[in-house]
């Protein structure tokens, strides 16, 4: 299995920059694709976007586009999220989670989870 550890979350104003990390252990050849996601208090977990470590590409949900951007450090089995621009409706707890081969599509292996809170 794949175990995922979110760090980085805290309390930035608005206008300011963040940079999530979230670091895999484990079967960690087993991952295809890894993704951010995040859920505020009484609303359902949004996805943000996704990074495939077949070939590096990215994708984004249209809120976060020009001011969210994933990258990965692959020696250090580190998915980052890097976000400016941070308003306070990006307040949220932020989670990373795993596409593996031997679980299709579905985003198996999720972190416990950073908070995020952006005051205005």
């Known amino acids: 299995q794949v175990q995922l550890v979110e760090s980085g979350g805290g309390l930035v104003q608005a206008g300011g920059s963040l940079r999530l990390s979230c670091a895999a252990s484990?079967?960690?050849?087993?991952?295809?694709?890894m993704g951010w996601f995040r859920q505020a208090p009484g609303k359902p977990r949004d996805f943000l976007g996704r990074?495939?470590?077949?070939?590096?590409?990215?994708n984004y949900e249209d809120s976060v586009k020009g001011r969210f951007t994933i990258s990965r450090d692959e020696a250090a089995n580190t998915l980052y999220l890097h976000m400016a621009g941070l308003k306070p409706e990006d307040t949220a707890v932020y989670y990373c989670?795993?596409?593996?081969?031997?679980?299709?599509?579905?985003?198996?292996?999720w972190g416990q989870g950073t908070q995020v809170t952006v005051s205005s």
């Open positions: 989670a795993a596409r593996l081969t031997n679980t299709g599509d579905a985003w198996s292996s």
């Open positions: 484990g079967r960690t050849l087993t991952i295809y694709s």
């Open positions: 990074f495939s470590t077949v070939d590096s590409s990215t």
